[in-house]
């Protein structure tokens, strides 16, 4: 005598011993079912990457060797950035202080600086705010987006975009 089983859809019959078409059927609804809840989880996943919040390492464009990691924060709608950890070279000084920076910025420390301010989102570019270059204490216009490779498209510039320069920073490990 068959057995009724209801499994997300359409009744169907099977055996205790087992229909084996509506074994398969039953598989199938299951692995239908697993591959829907993946499907809808894969573009969440995806937008995790696709920000720019998160942390990030900096890296020198002549040594190509780590600088800092900067911890990107968004409030609001508004991205800002602060250096969270220096790497420094044996005989570098340690606590370095921003001595060529203009106002309130003048000779504090790198360390805990916000160095990234008032990125708005628009579309897949965050643009509109600034950036700081605490080894010369200049401020540039920035904007900023995720490449397809994962890593942070920074470019400061002054007027135009074209007329500046892009660096690229890693994601780094929270």
Same mark, same amino acid.
Request: proline share 7%.
């Given at each position: 005598?068959?057995?009724? #089983?209801?499994?997300?859809?359409?009744?169907f019959?099977?055996?205790?011993?087992? %229909?084996? !078409?509506? &074994? =398969?059927?039953?598989?199938?609804? +299951? &692995?239908?079912?697993?591959?829907?809840? #993946?499907s &809808?989880?894969?573009? /969440?996943? !995806?937008?995790?990457?696709?920000s720019?919040?998160?942390t990030?390492?900096? /890296?020198d464009?002549?040594?190509?060797?780590?600088k800092a990691?900067?911890?990107?924060?968004e409030?609001? *709608?508004?991205?800002?950035?602060?250096? @969270? +950890? &220096?790497?420094? %070279?044996?005989?570098e000084?340690?606590a370095p202080r921003?001595?060529?920076?203009?106002?309130?910025?003048?000779?504090?420390?790198?360390l805990?600086?916000t160095?990234?301010?008032?990125l708005h989102?628009?579309?897949? @570019?965050?643009?509109?705010?600034e950036?700081?270059?605490?080894? %010369? *204490?200049?401020?540039?216009?920035?904007?900023? =987006?995720?490449?397809?490779?994962?890593?942070l498209?920074? =470019?400061?510039f /002054?007027? $135009?975009?074209l $007329?500046?320069?892009?660096q #690229?920073?890693e994601r !780094?490990?929270p």
């Open positions: 005598m068959p057995w009724p #089983v209801q499994y997300g859809g359409p009744r019959f099977c055996r205790v011993a087992g %229909n084996s !078409a509506s &074994l =398969r059927y039953a598989r199938g609804m +299951k &692995l239908a079912t697993i591959f829907a809840a #993946v &809808l989880l894969i573009p /969440i996943a !995806a937008a995790a990457e696709t720019p919040v998160g990030w390492k900096t /890296i464009d002549d040594t190509h060797r780590p990691i900067v911890e990107i924060s409030q609001n *709608g508004v991205l800002s950035g602060k250096i @969270v +950890k &220096l790497f420094r %070279n044996p005989g000084d340690p921003c001595k060529e920076c203009q106002g309130e910025r003048h000779d504090q420390p790198v805990g600086m160095i990234l301010w008032d989102h628009d579309g897949d @570019v965050w643009d509109g705010g950036i700081l270059d605490p080894e %010369n *204490g200049k401020t540039y216009r920035c904007k900023v =987006r995720v490449g397809d490779d994962g890593n498209e920074v =470019r400061g /002054i007027g $135009l975009s $007329l500046g320069r892009t #690229v920073w !780094a490990a």
